[in-house]
């Protein structure tokens, strides 16, 4: 256990990048989960639901932002800063994957060893705890986990696989598979993604994406990876900019139009480590409310944010627009041990830039970032 | 089957006026007597006619034992002692002691006074209360009297918070409100570590909290104050004597420092006088940190925080003012507040939690319009934070607390039920877990172990007699006598030791038996018998004429009646008494032909 000299010592390891923060971000608050979360999936405005990965049984969380964060006009009188876990359950094995059903209070899971999924009730206002309602078979053919994509639905559906070659839509209520993505390669994914309500994206780590119609058993338009170092990442941002990004582990980052995949609109080399990194590694996201600003992490120990408005068709070297250090500056970890890892991070839905990530020593930080150019 | 008994009065599935029975071991104890700050009725008290019903507090309860001196935790002793009644012990730590009395003067002044309410307990109540109170110094057992014990720990809390160890005979409860990661750090947690009491209760309020660091609480101190500064504006930071005003007071030197801000930082005198005096009683309870500043240096020889004077308030210019009260309800925070408030340059800070009636309390419901004395209003233009600095518990420390002290069961109190229900499913994976509501009694069935030893003697004897070791799954069952001195000896020695005659119990039964043989057949006849049936026991044909199963002795008579039958005489000693009884009953039944 940490003895109280000790922590006088971190603090002041933290004063440097602390005091820089005075002026680099607009809210910071850094808590430290009892187990570090490979997922954070928006449950609501104001609430995430967070879950252990270990092989051993793992909790899931429903967690309330911080009060203060949220409250705009009367922030100075709130002094709340703290997570409150508002619904708790268990689950037997890892949680490698959590979609949030949207309009409802479920959520359905995947343990990343298999592609089955399980179905979750999150609970209401009379209990706080978090029930296992069912299950949902996988493809038996598959030893690796799942993507899921929840489609915006009444009864609700989900579109889930481990490769592109077992991706199907089930609704929940029934189990009933309402259409099958016509794919050979069994190429595993990296991200399922809805970009409208009948249309959606399957990305490979080969860096190869599919757009397809689940209205529609014609084939999906495929679009071949944009370049060689495998895996890639990619995100599809929503309409109305229909921008879909794809980016590699050495850090190449191509942006296309929706509509016409196999063209790149710009492309450009982002500042990162280029080590081997495995799929689940690594997120790449759109910023929801700030036009062609992208973020990366678990490609350099950072969160970076880069705006993509001024690249070329021509690649160029891009250099973040901002960098979270928070993770690595503020580790629990002592010397010797592994490095710390972020192990995902989201944007909040509305507020321009707020941001939430997870590391591998079980921290988790919600931030607002201040607009360097704007000083 | 022995056990404790813990009955919520208050506190027991809601938040607010914590008091908890506990009985143990036939002592009944008082943990906690709390007001709710919701109700402005009786409901703000804990319901002692749970109690009182059945007679007298004094009567009933041993003690009274307070864990800090928050008000939902310490608000209704003065009711309860002098309105109620209870003459009897009440035990906290010195700094509750002696913060105690300040926080219900000034919440008794604000009810009666400010909101005009009556049937509440008077200032001459609060100073009668605490002539019944015994302070606690950390670590030292305190026997209430031969039976009950109880020891204060550092709970990490609030100043003077403590965790109690509750012990009688070998029986055991831990109580603790809120303990955060630092008194588990503390160098007198050791004894926490698999201390395995009967019964851990804590509250479960915090176990749903994930806190944000400290370090991020301060960067939003330091980040509102250096922007108000920075804008030339003036900060005024009302506080209580003790605790954040000093560790706030270190963070601001340590930044004026590292930025090379020239504003000016005053701290008023009263407070300084009050708070040396404060700290060197409790010395032992602060952190590191303070704790090196003050041995060090006298505190206030800080090179930017000066002592303040009320002129001071005039001057132009930025600056940064820590002065009391805390809740800006009189004093001199208030009259520097009224001069500053005009201002949207300045900026007033609240680092704590104000009671309703209080200025602080309006204006951190956002009130802009203060009604003052003489009628005249204040318009509040200045800019006002509400900044929490308290160390409470959180989900990691409370798990860190139940897994340390390993107790044989877990009781929550102080949280709503349908906000439990996770917490409880947590512990359940690894200890019992007790959730009462108020007014409902949990019993938990205690196994005090009671160690006996046995004397030499005994056990010499019992070996002599041969026969198979005794082993677990095959008792042997022996006869001796137990004194209450832990011992088990021989049945010879205890009287000695107790001073008391030997008394032998001997039976005997008469059976009546229709057999014409001579009484020395007859005899010869119960003897093949008995040998037949009774195969593992010792039967001898005594020359004396007399049978004797082990020791039990069968005689042969003619009945003087009927010369056919015979009366057979046992006789046998209180040990043998089963097999007496079975004897008796074969015999009756007649001897085969």
Known sequence: MMGETEAVEIDDILDDWFIESLKSYKDLHVYQLEHPTQIIEWTSGKTVCVAGYSSGKNEILELCLPLKLLADEKKSLCAERDFKVVHGGFSEGPVCCLTHIPGTRCAVTNDGLTSDLQLWDLGADDTDVIRKTGSLPGTSVSQAGSRIAARLSSPPQVLHGPQSSSVQLTQLSTGQTLYRLEVDSTEPLSSLKFVSETTFLASCCDGTVYLADTRTSAPPQASPPPGECAPWWTDASAAPQCRVIRLSSSGQAVVSDLRNLGGALCRAQLDVQTLPRKPEDVTVAWAPALDGCFSVSGLSGLVQIYDSAGWRAEPQDASPLFQHAGHSVSSQHGDGSAPVFITTHVWHPERPRTLLSAASDGSVHVWDWVDPQTN | ??????????????????????????????????????????????????????????????????????????????????????????????????????????????????????????????????????????????????????????????????????????????????????????????????????????????????????????????????????????????????????????????????????????????????????????????????????????????????????????????????????????????????????????????????????????????????????????????????????????????????????????????????????????????????????????????????????????????????????????????????????NLVSSEQALKELGLNEHQLRFTCRVQLQDPHSDSDTLHRIYTHLKSVLKDYTIQHLPDGTVMVESIVIKVSSSAEDANAKVLLLSWSYQDEDLGSYLSSLLKKGLPT
């Not at chain 2, 935790?73 to 009897?88: F, I, K, N, R």
């Not at chain 2, 309020?205 to 939003?220: F, G, L, M, Q, V």
């Not at chain 2, 003050?294 to 000066?306: A, S, T, W």
């Not at chain 2, 139940?402 to 439990?420: C, D, T, W």
């Open chain 2, 1 to 486: 089957m022995p056990e404790i008994k813990v009955t919520p009065l208050g506190a027991g599935q809601d938040v607010g006026r914590s008091c908890i029975l506990v009985s143990i071991g036939g002592k009944n104890i008082m943990l906690d007597c709390g007001m709710h700050m919701g109700y402005n009725d009786d409901r703000r008290f804990p319901d002692f006619s749970y109690i009182t019903q059945n007679g007298r507090l004094t009567d009933f309860l041993d003690c009274v034992i307070i864990s800090h001196f928050h008000l939902d935790h310490c608000g209704a002793l003065p009711y309860m002692s002098e309105m109620v009644g209870y003459d009897g012990p009440i035990y906290m730590t010195h700094p509750t002691k002696a913060i105690c009395p300040i926080l219900l003067e000034d919440f008794r002044k604000i009810t009666v006074d400010k909101k005009g309410e009556t049937n509440f307990f008077t200032s001459q109540m609060i100073k009668d209360c605490m002539k019944k109170v015994i302070p606690l110094n950390l670590h030292q057992t305190v026997q209430v009297d031969d039976e009950l014990e109880i020891k204060a720990y550092y709970a990490g809390h609030v100043l003077g918070a403590a965790m109690v160890h509750i012990k009688v005979g070998s029986e055991s409860v831990v109580y603790t409100v809120s303990v955060n990661k630092f008194a588990l750090c503390h160098s007198g947690a050791a004894w926490i570590d698999k201390c395995r009491p009967d019964i851990l209760i804590s509250e479960s309020t915090y176990a749903t909290t994930i806190r944000d660091s400290k370090r991020c609480r301060e960067r939003d101190f330091l980040k509102k104050v250096h922007e108000t500064i920075e804008r030339g504006g003036k900060v005024l930071i009302p506080v209580f004597a003790l605790g954040r005003a000093q560790e706030l007071c270190i963070l601001l030197e340590t930044f004026w420092e590292r930025m090379n801000l020239k504003a000016p930082i005053y701290f008023s005198t009263g407070l300084t006088e009050k708070a040396n005096h404060y700290y060197k009683l409790f010395i032992t309870w602060t952190n590191q940190k303070i704790r090196k500043t003050f041995v060090q240096r006298n505190m206030f020889e800080f090179k930017h925080i000066k002592a303040f004077d009320r002129s001071y308030a005039d001057n132009p210019g930025p600056m940064v003012v820590f002065a009391t009260p805390g809740m800006l309800h009189a004093g001199q925070s208030l009259q520097i507040f009224k001069k500053w408030a005009g201002n949207d340059k300045n900026m007033v800070i609240m680092p704590g939690y104000c009671v309703q009636g209080t200025i602080g309390h309006k204006i951190l419901n956002g009130q802009r319009k203060l009604e003052m004395e003489g009628r005249s209003t204040l318009d509040v233009k200045l800019q006002v934070e509400y900044m929490s600095f308290s160390a409470h518990a959180d989900a990691k420390g409370i798990m860190q607390l139940i897994r340390m002290a390993e107790p044989r069961n877990m009781l929550l109190v102080h949280g709503e039920a349908a906000k439990m229900e996770f917490l409880k499913g947590k512990i359940e994976q690894e200890f019992n877990c007790y959730t009462p509501a108020n007014g409902e009694t949990v019993a938990v069935t205690t196994n005090p172990s009671v160690p006996v030893d046995i004397s030499l003697n005994l056990l010499k004897r019992e070996m002599a007699l041969g026969g198979p070791l005794p082993d677990p799954k095959k008792p042997r069952t022996m006869h001796g006598t137990l004194i209450m001195k832990e």
